[in-house]
T-cell receptor, first 111, second 112 residues
């Protein structure tokens, strides 16, 4: 398996909902990332996990909660989001911390 | 702080022409420079990358050049095709944090 996969592809949620985004890779990569991307803007780093430990948190609001259950999985738990959080959420992985491979993303809409 | 500037923001060329996108980075210790292509509604896809110990790298119609002295790197696409139309992002790996610092993107339109 040479790809990063993400589920769901699309998600619509209300501001009081709790939902989770999932990311999976089976390439043996030890670094995994969450990015947020608005239309025609570059990906904006949110979190980095290295060897299953959170190594970077880019001052993301606590309504976003990352989790790395094992070396192949990465979750992003969402709670009490705001409409401005609507975006494409991208997961990426890297073997050695430089070349990053992106998943297809989850298109999130917050109503 | 670490910063990458990318120009132009939009680029329109005729099919068969060449396209050049330029990026300048601020962190002189950056050592890894990838380029991503993102089609509408798709993931950013790595198309080519270069490390600081190399000045140029080619892959078919795509090439990247790096000038460490000027802290400048460029993407060159020759014989452009309509399917090259996309948003292209350059990035530089920051030496302190290891994070990828992205440019603001270039929307390339190739007219048939």
């Amino acid at each position: 398996d040479t790809e990063v996969t993400q589920t769901p592809k699309h998600l619509v949620m209300g501001m009081t909902n709790k939902k989770s985004l999932k990311c999976e890779q089976h390439m043996g990569h030890r670094a995994m990332y969450w990015y947020k991307q608005k239309a025609k803007k570059p990906p904006e780093l949110m979190f980095v996990y290295s060897y299953e430990k959170l190594s970077i948190n880019e001052s993301v609001p606590s309504r976003f909660s990352p989790e790395c259950p094992n070396s192949s999985l990465l979750n992003l738990h969402l709670h009490a989001l705001q409409p401005e959080d609507s975006a494409l959420y991208l997961c990426a992985s890297s073997l050695s911390g430089d070349t990053q491979y992106f998943g297809p993303g989850t298109r999130l809409t917050v109503l | 702080g670490e910063n990458v500037e990318q120009h132009p923001s939009t680029l329109s060329v005729q099919e068969g022409d060449s396209a050049v996108i330029k990026c300048t980075y601020s962190d002189s210790a950056s050592n890894y420079f990838p380029w991503y292509k993102q089609e509408l509604g798709k993931r950013p896809q790595l198309i080519i990358d270069i490390r600081s110990n190399v000045g140029e790298k080619k892959d078919q119609r795509i090439a990247v050049t790096l000038n460490k002295t000027a802290k400048h790197f460029s993407l060159h696409i020759t014989e452009t095709q309509p399917e090259d139309s996309a948003v292209y992002f350059c990035a530089a790996r920051g030496s302190n944090t290891g994070k990828l610092i992205f440019g603001q993107g270039t929307t390339l339109q190739v007219k048939p």
